[in-house]
């Protein structure tokens, strides 16, 4: 399984249009194949920190996530409204037993 993790912070005159943007494309992303879960949280310290937590089947999911035109406008557009260019970190992750 593949695990992705990504930080914005929005701009105060533009957390409402990334909000709507960011909660539009969870659930677009949802509907992918290999999608196992896509969520986006905000952060009670810092009202306009959002946090994204995302599951792929595997790399190839990923990877065709990445390739939908929907996916590169969001980037785009959310590159237009943060206070510093958005994080992310993609992460192979096994299941192990503790």
């Known amino acids: 399984m593949i695990i992705v ?7 105060e005159d533009s957390i409402d249009e990334v909000l709507r943007l960011s909660v539009e494309h969870v659930e677009r992303s949802r509907q992918e194949p290999g999608c196992v879960s896509h969520d986006v949280h905000r952060s009670v310290e810092d009202p306009l920190r959002l946090f994204f937590f995302e599951r792929w089947a595997d790399a190839d999911a990923l990877r065709a996530h990445f390739a939908v035109p929907a996916s590169l406008s969001f980037v785009e557009a ?3 409204l943060t206070a510093a260019p958005p994080a992310m970190e993609v992460l192979d992750a096994r299941p192990t037993r503790v």
């Not at 993790?5 to 701009?11: F, N, P």
Request: zero cysteines.
């Open 5 to 11: 993790t990504g930080t914005v912070l929005a701009r």
């Open 78 to 80: 959310l590159g237009a």
